[in-house]
Each structure stands twice: as structure tokens, then as C-alpha cells.
């Protein structure tokens, strides 16, 4: 199917080159306080241009949806990949590290297919910046999510060289912490040198 195949102006020969996860965060995506998770990504271009996205469960769904659309004759090559089990196994998946590895292999499987499916408009446009992206980005998570009332509602977890991180954990700033002629003996540096 030759219309499938993109061949826009803004992403002539290019394809996305490499993709990661970099964690999640849980938005307030209602006025009744519903929340969904949405997956960090971080892909890299075959221009070399790096992109960080957000896309949720819903948006993955709706990636293999319209493969299947757009490319009928290949339905039942589709149904069989390794897309539509990823998916089963993010839904399944109760631990969030396991969950994160789930969809970056979905998506490392997804840009790894033949070109006629990884080089075609509807992956290319699912890897492009979202309108969510460019407020993520811009920090301004405020107009998102007007409800927000407690830092526990939204739980940050990155991933960075192998360890998660989560805002989940109680940091305490002491400003009372004793200036250097104020440290008592114990920590005195000539002591331990």
C-alpha cells in the first residue's frame, strides 16, 4: 500500500534510529482527578536529532490499531508480531521496572521491523513531539493538571544507569546544618587525614 508510506517534507529518509525509556509519570488527565501513566521516552533520529516524548498505554494501543489499519494486507503478519504480545504484557505487568523494559522493547521491536512498517507515517508521526510533549517540556505540567493537590498524586520514577528513582521518598533540607566553624570536632577533616 503506497499511501502508507510517509513521504512528507519534514521526514524525508529519516527514521528513528534508537529509543529508550526513561521512566513514567502519572498525570491528572481529568477534572474528576483520573490519572494515567505516561511512558518518558527518549529517541534519537537517524539526523542524529533527539527527542523526549510522553506516550501513554493508549497511545501504544493505538499504534498497532492503525498498522493494522493502514496496512490490511499484512493483518495477520501484525496480529502474530511480537507488538501485539508487548502490549498484552505491559497491561500484565504489576512491577514498574518490568513494566518500563516491556515498552521499550515494544518500541525498540516496533523500529526494528521492516521498513515497509517502521519507516511508514503512522510510526513516524507516533515518534514525532506531541502538543503534551511540548508542555512537558516547557515544565508547565500546572495546565495539565489543574486538580493537582499533593505531590503523592503524582509518582516520578526515572530510570538512570540502572537504578529508579522515585519521588516517593522523604528528602529533608536541614538549613541548620552547622557552618564549617560551627562543625563539632568529630567532623573536623585534620583528624581523618
Known amino acids: 500500500m503506497?499511501?502508507?508510506?510517509?513521504?512528507?517534507?519534514?521526514?524525508v529518509n529519516m527514521f528513528v534510529k534508537d529509543c529508550w525509556v526513561n521512566g513514567v509519570r502519572r498525570?491528572?488527565?481529568?477534572?474528576?482527578?483520573?490519572?494515567?501513566e505516561f511512558f518518558e521516552?527518549?529517541?534519537?533520529?537517524?539526523?542524529?536529532?533527539?527527542?523526549y516524548l510522553h506516550r501513554s498505554y493508549s497511545d501504544l494501543g493505538r499504534l498497532f490499531k492503525r498498522l493494522l489499519e493502514c496496512f490490511?494486507?499484512?493483518?495477520?503478519?501484525?496480529s502474530k508480531s511480537s507488538l501485539l504480545e508487548g502490549l498484552v504484557r505491559i497491561k500484565?505487568?504489576?512491577?514498574?521496572?518490568v513494566k518500563l523494559n516491556e515498552v521499550e522493547k515494544l518500541l525498540k521491536n516496533t523500529i526494528n521491523m521492516p521498513w515497509k512498517f517502521s519507516r511508514s507515517e503512522v510510526v513516524l508521526t507516533f515518534f514525532e513531539r506531541s502538543p503534551l510533549d511540548q508542555v512537558l517540556r516547557n515544565d508547565n505540567v500546572h495546565k495539565i493538571q489543574p486538580c493537582f493537590q499533593s505531590p503523592v498524586k503524582i509518582s516520578e520514577i526515572m530510570r538512570s544507569n540502572g537504578f529508579c528513582l522515585a519521588n516517593t521518598e522523604t528528602i529533608v533540607f536541614d538549613e541548620n546544618v552547622p557552618q564549617d566553624k560551627e562543625r563539632p570536632s568529630s567532623t573536623d577533616s585534620a583528624e581523618h587525614s
Open 2 to 11: 503506497a499511501s502508507a508510506v510517509f513521504e512528507g517534507t519534514s521526514l
Open 41 to 51: 521516552l527518549r529517541t534519537e533520529w537517524s539526523d542524529r536529532n533527539v527527542l
Open 27 to 36: 498525570l491528572i488527565i481529568s477534572g474528576r482527578g483520573e490519572e494515567e
Open 92 to 97: 500484565e505487568a504489576k512491577d514498574i521496572e
Open 72 to 78: 490490511p494486507e499484512d493483518r495477520r503478519d501484525l
